[in-house]
Structures are given as structure tokens and as C-alpha cells.
């Protein structure tokens, strides 16, 4: 039988009659693994090795008969016949395809196709059975949720040398794989087609050539170019006829992808490993029979499972739960993600149980993996520590229906109180009102913290009072609420007065404690809820008319005291400064309300004063920058103070402006001339000729004389020449 050759690029031949015999070939086919058959023209099959036998069943008894008809499913027949098409244009052929076996059995297999002739029309063919491999890449591919890796396989190449090394026969994959690119390298020495090839290669074909077979699962190669691939191959002797070595054949595979594919696995194991260390969640995973398979930390602290004690134990011993508010145990995550075939969340009252017995709420969150199929194949669970997330919701929820600052209910939960108690089954139903008198110049004048204590301290005094079953709440600012179902009038009354006499004994420092409160009785079904609340609104503020005033003008006194106290030249300077507004003000022919006015403003000029530090205050030395910014609000400070208090709020203004200058370069609106109020212009006078001539110990006093030089020298630039001129010529001599 003797080969065509085919045109240039189409297929490469060879010629039986090049070696001793055929058993040359038979040798080398049948150490192949691969099956091997020569087609007729006709699709008759005229031989194949053991392994073809081997791997479809058929006997060489059944070449007399067989024909590829027996060995192609109908259902891929047509497919086959372009592959014919193909090869007969190309002359050779590969690719996967399904035989069939001599039972009917349908396998896969990598089909290498070649035309051995032309005249008569020949086909050589070799059938690699990969359904192992196949089956191992479906195995691989089921783990693809949980790791997500994937193994290709790479085609093997073929050559055949004689003992001298000269090419008999090559494959088309050979050819690739080496990248060779002439048109005919049969009968070439194989080191003129790699006249660079290593001397551990060439050692490794000599020791062939003498009888050894020799493999090498990687390899690496470097191409011409400089490229390089990893190579599997094997190098085994072919043996002539009469026993003698006929030379070598090789096989070989590229493995690049597959070593890529692999280090591309690990690097994936280990971002999947990073990913389970560095996850702020507890993560578990179980195959589908419900052992454990994966464990991260967080998971083995929420356990008190170690990964180590926890891999291959169910499920369900390590992971249990129970619901907090039942008791029940709660499982069997895995069957029922296998029958939603879905992610299951649980977050309501769901507690872990570790270990060692301890309880601690979670979040759970139990999804299916699946494999290449869509088949559940086990099951991941993510646990979150819901213990700072619970108590924020307690907290949250706190707060919208209890008041930050006091702890008593807010205005949201007095109001839906209120609806849901008016009703029958509460009449009576009193409301009562309370309003914490003076609170907005208590702030002014000692600080909001201050302000708020006696928020508390108010809060504390209701809770204290109430009884049980009255509802208490802060409505906002300085008002409280108080629901007092089945409580007549004189019930109520009993409480409002037990409200008042508590609050009398009540101290906060200097601050003053007085409450305004005001109550209405719903009797019947028919009163309007509304209407109460209104009666009771004003009934309290009918009591703070009543007694505010004198409650607010006692924190004024309070307050003067207290400055006092902390600035230990501050009594005689506000007095004496009052004293030189009236002498002034009856020296300019004023009346005499406007001279009561002039001099209670001299005595309330530094109220605001209450504010700075004493630290600030009695500082003998030089004042810091912000010291300064500290001092200058205490106009702004007295104004707030004095506009909440109706018997001196007409005599805010004047306090406010007592340090603007004639020039308009004063503080804290830059005031100037005529447009800075005359009790301010008299007051800025008379204060700075006191803190001239007075004691202090971070200024050196002035006499009279020198002080009114003072008063001259800034005549018409911080104070008003006219006022100078009085206050110098008809009250100082």
C-alpha cells in the first residue's frame, strides 16, 4: 500500500516501503492508547489496533463487516459527512465527536483525521476516549459556585523519527505546537528543524534510541521567538519486524493553559481564602449530605467551633439556632434551601447557640450552590452578629417614641396616647400641662447644659409625682404632658399641687425652679378631646402669667449675685456705674422714669457677664485672643437675658449696645453717632471713667484728673462729646 502525497499544505504522507516492514507501524499503533482504524472509500474499515477494539468492543473478527456506519450515531452522521468534506479539502482533520460502541453504548472522542490516499481513496484515523475526561471536567465544574475554577485539556501532538533521527511521519498538532512552518519536514533530521535544541533533550533521545522509554509531565520549552509553552510529553523506541529499534516516536502535549488555568486556581483559592479571612461575617458551607465543608474565623468565633473540629460534622451540630422568644429550635437550613431552591433570610429574634452554650443574636442568610447542572450541591450560609445591629433598632426605636434628653415620651407617643385613651372605659380623663418657667434665660444665663439639666431634673420630679398608669411626656422645648386616666378634678388638683411644692424644694445650682400647670377633666364621651387639651394649655399659661414674672425676675437677682460671687470688683463697679447714669441722666434734665430706667441699666450693664469664666474675669494679665471673643458676647448674652423677662425686656436694647463707640468702630453691630441709643452712649461713658479710676490688677488706676483727660482725648471718637461734656462739667466737678 503506498501513500499519495497530497498537494503542499494539505496533508503529510508517508511510504510504507521507507521501513523494514509493517510491523514497524503495527508496533507503534498499538502502543498507543488511542485508537487507530484506515477507512475505505467506501466507509468500509479495513484495520485498527487493540486499543480501537478495546475501546468500542468490537473484535477483529468484525473487520470483515464493519464499516463506519457501525461506529457513527445516526444523529451525528451528517456532521460526519462535512468532516469528510473538510478532509478531503484539507487533507486532514481534528475534532471531537460521539462513537458508538459494538452494545449501542455512545462515547466521546477526539477524532485526528488524515488522508493516507488519494488513489484508491484512504483515510487514517485516530479516536482518543476522552469521556474520562469529560466526566472529570463535569466533576470539576460542579464546585464552580463555591471555588470557580475550570480545567481545560490541551490536544496531544505526534511525530515519528527513524534511527537517525529523521522525520517519518508528523501530525498536524505537532506541527502547531512547535510552531514549525515549512511545507514538508518529512525526511529532515530532527535537530536541522531545532538546531538549538538542549543537550538534556538530544541526551534524552539517545537513551531512547537504546531501549528506555522516558516521560516528563512539565516541561518547559522555549520557542524560536523567545515564547514559551509547558509541555507533557513522552519518548518511546518503535521496534521493526525483527525486534531491532526502528527509532522514536514522541508524543507531546502542550499543558500551557492547563498550568495557567491551575495557578489561576490557586490564585483564586487563595482570594477566596483572603475573602473568608478578611469577610466581616461568619460563613459556613455544607455539601448536599449536610456535612460541613468551609469555616471561616468569624464563623468559629460565633460557633466556638474550630474549622478543624467542624469539617465533616453535621450541619446541624454545629450550627444551631433557637428563637428567642419561644425557645424553639430552628434548623435544617440545607433541606429547605433545597426544596425553595432559593436564598432564605431569617432575622426576627433568631439566637446562635455556641459551643460552650452561649447565646448571641444573628442575622442568617442561607443560599444553594449549585452545580454545572443547576443541581443544589450543598449549601452556604453567611451569619451576621446582630448584637450592635439590635441594640441600634432598640435605640432607634427608643427614640422614636421616647424623648432623647428626658427619657419620658415624646410628643409622637402623648399624642397616639391621647387618641387611643379617649375613650368610655378611661372617663375621667385628665390632662395636664406643664410648662418649666424661665427655661430659655436660664439657658442664657448659665449655659445650655444647665438648661437642659433642669429639663431632667423636671423630668425626674414628673416620674417622681405620677402614679402608676399616668403617661408623661416632653411635648417639646420647656412644655410637659401628662395623661391621667381615672382622675377627676380633684384628683388632679392633688397632683398639681404635689407637682408645685416639689418643684419649690427643687434645686439646680443657681438656677430656679418654678413650673406653670394647667389641667382640664374630660367627664363624658361627648366632649371633644381637643377642647381639654386647649382648657388645659391655658389654664397653664394663666399660671405662668401668674407667677413667672416674679419667678424671672428672682433669676435676674440670682444672676446679679452670682456675678457677684465670681468677680470679686464686679458689685462695686455695677453700683458706682449706676450711680454715674443717674447723676448724668438728671444732669441732662431727664424725667424721672427715665432716670429709674438709666439707672437700673447701669446696674444690669454686665449681666451678660454671667457667661465668662471667673478664670477670665480675674485674669491679672493680658487677655488671649479668644479670651477676648469671650468677654465682647457678654452684650449679646445680657440682651437675651433681659428681652425674656417682661419687667426689664424694654431695657434689653440699651444693654445690648453699651459698647458701640461715637466712630462706629464699638462692638457688636458697629453702631455710630446719634444711631447708638442714649442710655447706651451714657452707659459707655460712665463705665469707662469707673474701670479707669478703679482697682484692678491687670491696669494701673487713674486718677479723676487723668481719667477725664481720658474721657476729653476720646471725646468724639468712643464716647459722645455731649455726654462727656455733662458728665465732665456738671456731675465729676
Known sequence: MTAEKAAPGKFVGISIGDFAGENYLRTILEATQDGFIVVAENERIMDANQAFFNMTGFTREDLKTLCLDDVIPKEIKADERRRADALMQNGFDLHEAKNRKKDGTVFDVEVSSAVLSLTPFTVVCFMRDITGRKNGENAILQSRDLMRYIIEHNRSAVAIHD????????????????????PDIIGRHHYDVFPNLSQKLRDVHARVLKGEVVTEDESLYTHADGASDWLRWECRPWYESGGAIGGLVLYSEIITERKRMEQALFNEKEHFKTALLSVGDGVISADSGGAVTVMNPIAERLTGWTAADALGKPLETVFRMRRENSGRVCGGYLKKVLKAGKIIELSNNILMVSKNGGEIPVEISAAPIR??????????????????KRARQKQIEYLSFNDHLTGLYNRRFMEESIRKHDARKSLPLALMCIDVDGLKLTNDAFGHEVGDQLLKKVADLIKTVCRAGDIAGRMGGDEFCVLLRHTDARQAEAVRELLKTAAARLRLGPAIVSLAVGYAVKTSPEQDIKTIMTEADN?????????????????????LRNINVNYEHEQVHVERVSHYCEAIAGAMRLGKKEIDDIRTVGALHDIGMIMVPPDILNKAGKLTKDEWAIIKRHPEIGYQMLKSVDEYAHLAEYVLYHHERWDGKGYPEGLAGEDIPLYSRIITAADAFEAMTARRPYRQTKTNAQAVAELWRNAGAQFDPDIVRVFVEKVLL
Do not use: C, W
Open 539 to 559: 389654664l397653664m399659661y394663666r399660671d405662668k402669667i401668674k407667677h413667672g414674672r416674679a419667678m424671672r425676675s428672682q433669676t435676674i437677682e440670682t444672676i
Open 163 to 182: 534511527k537517525n533521527l529523521r522525520y517519518m511521519y508528523v501530525s498536524r498538532p505537532y506541527l502547531a505546537a512547535f510552531r514549525i512552518t515549512e
Open 371 to 388: 452545580d454545572r447542572g443547576g443541581r443544589t450541591a450543598g449549601v452556604v450560609i453567611v451569619i451576621r452578629d446582630f448584637t450592635e
